[in-house]
């Protein structure tokens, strides 16, 4: 059986790829080769396809990966019936939601604030109290 997948070229950081039939059940590095028909860079978004030649190996039964698919989709290839197309409605679920950092509380935040306050909030008070202590002792010398 055939597939048509995605073999990465290109130089370290910078992937380009080459779209290739090969024997399914081997690895894509390591897989005989039947034909390539075409490349993809997706950096520039820009794919140079053979599309008569991808027509062929699909309609004897060459199955395309689900980014090959996207490509040759986009290109305007007929595909037949029987390749799954990807639902691009659904969308990934995420693992460990809560730990997101947008979905901490913000209390954390406020909690180095609150002491701040409160070491600024006693001295206040002491303010406060010095004075009326200090007017009560200036009455009575007063009288």
């Given at each position: 059986m055939?597939?048509?997948?995605?073999?990465?070229?290109?130089?370290?950081?910078?992937?380009?790829?080459?779209i290739?039939?090969?024997?399914?059940?081997?690895?894509?590095?390591?897989?005989?080769?039947?034909?390539?028909?075409?490349?993809?860079?997706?950096?520039?978004?820009?794919?140079t396809?053979?599309?008569?030649?991808?027509?062929?190996?699909?309609?004897?039964?060459?199955?395309?990966?689900?980014?090959v698919?996207?490509v040759?989709?986009?290109?305007?290839?007929?595909?037949?019936?029987?390749?799954?197309?990807?639902?691009?409605?659904?969308?990934?679920?995420?693992?460990?939601?809560?730990?997101?950092?947008?979905n901490?509380?913000?209390?954390?935040v406020?909690?180095?604030?609150?002491?701040?306050?409160e070491?600024?909030?006693?001295?206040?008070e002491?303010?406060?109290?010095?004075?009326?202590?200090?007017?009560?002792?200036?009455?009575?010398?007063?009288?």
């Open positions: 055939l597939a048509i997948r995605l073999q990465r070229v290109g130089r370290k950081g910078y992937p380009v790829y080459r290739a039939v090969q024997e399914a059940q081997r690895h894509p590095s390591s897989g005989r080769v039947v034909a390539y028909v075409g490349t993809y860079n997706p950096h520039t978004k820009e794919v396809l053979q599309k008569d030649l991808a027509q062929k190996y699909l309609d004897n039964g060459a199955q395309p990966t689900p980014r698919v996207k040759l989709k986009a290109e305007g290839v007929n595909l037949p019936k029987w390749v799954k197309e990807h639902d691009s409605k659904q969308q990934k679920s995420i693992k460990n939601l809560e730990k997101l950092r947008k901490q509380p913000a209390e954390e406020v909690a180095e604030e609150a002491p701040a306050e070491a600024e909030a006693p001295s206040e002491t303010t406060e109290e010095q004075p009326a202590e200090a007017e009560a002792p200036s009455e009575e010398k007063a009288e």
